[in-house]
């Protein structure tokens, strides 16, 4: 792993000032993996598959993982540097070039951003590491020795110690300020909570007041650094817990898919996907 610094490096300059994101009850997000959309899986070529996107009538691209990974073949959920763009897919200016042309098109763009873990390459790991149990120290500021919810992989972050709070801010500044990201899809945002429960998925899936309260003082954050800008929570929590977010001002992915496929197979009664609709579980919006 190796740092580079620039001293006095030259500021892109920007063609859109001024960019009008699309509404988000208007959205039409088209998610991409450059590793497996793109034979040369760079910024260049994304860039020049723009007029491809304009035909398919998207008006916002989901960038998955593209903050420094472990590995180069990563779908990059394995997150290592939270400030840094991965190495393998271009360079900073390409892809500030990347987001310009998408916002000349219309287009927003979406950074799916992972800040649920750490991976042991990560210096929030090693600097304070328990290398007799192989998992943080006891006294690390950022991370919990054992995660505090099922399905949790790497190294499980705390957002109640002041230490995550402003990494957090830190990291969500930097890519809507220096890259003028349009907004983040948060990954495992469900996992965002100190309520210590390892194993119990069900009780994890229960309505969490520390967790609502982590997740209105991260938007919070984001929408004072760029007002509008979005946030896309990969939540499946309880519908009072996802309500009171998303009429707070959050979006969310929503799984029908096991609906949807017995609806295509004539299963009426584990066909009903209706609760796609808003509306029908209480939103505001």
């Known amino acids: 792993i190796v740092s580079v610094l620039q001293p006095g490096k030259p500021k892109y300059n920007w063609k859109v000032q001024n960019f009008k994101r699309p509404n988000k009850e208007n959205l039409i997000v088209y998610e991409v993996l450059l ?53 393998f897919y271009g360079t900073e200016t390409a892809v500030k070039d990347f987001i310009d042309a998408c916002h000349q098109q219309g287009i927003a763009v979406i950074m799916d951003i992972v800040l649920n873990h750490a991976f042991g390459s990560s210096p929030h790991a090693q600097m304070y590491w328990d290398g007799t149990n192989n998992k943080p120290a006891t006294n690390n500021p950022w991370l919990n020795p054992d995660a505090k919810h099922p399905f949790n992989v790497g190294n499980d972050f705390n957002h109640e110690s002041q230490a995550t709070k402003d990494l957090v801010a830190r990291v969500v500044r930097h890519w809507l300020t220096n890259y003028k990201i349009d ?94 609709s808003a509306m029908r579980r209480g939103w505001n919006q």
């Open 35 to 87: 590793r497996d959309f793109l034979a040369n899986r760079n910024y260049k070529t994304l860039k020049d598959s723009l007029p491809y996107f304009k035909r398919l009538g998207i008006n916002a691209i989901e960038l998955m993982p593209v903050s420094e990974f472990e590995g180069n073949f990563s779908w990059g959920y394995n997150p290592n540097f939270f400030f840094a763009l991965d190495k």
């Open 183 to 276: 907004g983040f899809r948060w990954d495992l945002s469900k996992g965002f909570t100190q309520t210590n429960n390892p194993n119990n998925v069900g009780a994890w899936g229960a309505y969490d007041a520390s967790r609502v309260a982590i997740w209105k003082r991260i938007y919070d954050s984001t929408q004072a650094i760029s007002p509008s800008s979005y946030c896309i929570l990969e939540h499946f929590a309880d519908n009072a817990e996802e309500r009171e977010l998303a009429n707070y001002g959050m979006m969310f992915w929503g799984n029908n898919n096991f609906r949807f496929n017995e609806a295509t197979m004539g299963y009426l009664s584990n066909s009903d996907f209706s609760d796609i």
